[in-house]
Antibody, heavy 119, light 107 residues
Framework: QVQLVESGGGVVQPGTSLRLSCAASGFTFSNYAMHWVRQAPGKGLEWVAVISYDGSNEYYAYSVKGRFTISRDNSKNTLYLQMNSLRAEDTAVFYC????????????WGQGIPVTVSS | EIVLTQSPGTLSLSPGERATLSCRASQSVSSGYLAWYQQKPGQPPRLLIYGASSRATGIPDRFSGSGSGTDFTLTISRLEPEDFAMYYCQQSGSSFTFGPGTKVDIK
């Protein structure tokens, strides 16, 4: 069955960096675009970034563009999110999600990993 | 950016009742790019409906989606106890945005 397991979250200070990972199994990872979506405490869902199946294309939400970088290693079935210059407003649970087809629709989600940015 | 508005914010109903949730877009969204998700506390979202009206794998037929253009609806024909949750619509026709959600709670 499809499994997505995030790791790498934690508590960090403003201005610092963190890298999230998402280990995928149960499907051919290299065939699917992948997303990161976040949810601030008590808030709704916010799309963060997407990467194409082969890593050749990346798109970002305006709120993270220039600070976050999405990448993937298809040989390791792993998705990454490098987060730099973190701000308090980046505090959220971060989910990785598979794109059902093309880039659209998130059909499988990880359990999420919390990131807290606080001094 | 396409903004999605969901109404009502909260829907208080009893098990067995019918739930009708609305999602309105600020611009027309191709039906193929409109989805609905269910989220329970402490859990990730779960895809319910994609392409505005197609049920995802394993989703009971009491869930149905409809609509086109700027107005979309999620209907739960008879609420089961496990259906009390938050529901989000999402579009992927132009970037990716979610609505603010409708909470379906027990009356």
């Amino acid at each position: 069955q499809v499994q997505l397991v995030e790791s790498g979250g934690g508590v960090v200070q403003p201005g610092t960096s963190l890298r999230l990972s998402c280990a995928a199994s149960g499907f051919t990872f290299s065939n699917y675009a992948m997303h990161w979506v976040r949810q601030a405490p008590g808030k709704g869902l916010e799309w963060v970034a997407v990467i194409s199946y082969d890593g050749s294309n990346e798109y970002y939400a305006y709120s993270v563009k220039g600070r976050f970088t999405i990448s993937r290693d298809n040989s390791k079935n792993t998705l990454y999110l490098q987060m730099n210059s973190l701000r308090a407003e980046d505090t959220a649970v971060f989910y990785c999600a598979r794109a059902r087809s093309g880039y659209s629709i998130f059909d499988y989600w990880g359990q999420g990993i919390p990131v807290t940015v606080s001094s | 950016e396409i903004v999605l508005t969901q109404s009502p914010g909260t829907l208080s109903l009893s098990p067995g009742e019918r739930a009708t949730l609305s999602c309105r877009a600020s611009q027309s969204v191709s039906s193929g790019y409109l989805a609905w998700y269910q989220q329970k506390p402490g859990q990730p979202p779960r895809l319910l409906i994609y392409g505005a009206s197609s049920r995802a794998t394993g989703i009971p037929d009491r869930f149905s989606g409809s609509g086109s253009g700027t107005d979309f609806t999620l209907t739960i024909s008879r609420l089961e106890p496990e259906d009390f949750a938050m529901y989000y619509c999402q579009q992927s026709g132009s970037s990716f945005t979610f609505g603010p959600g409708t909470k379906v709670d027990i009356k």
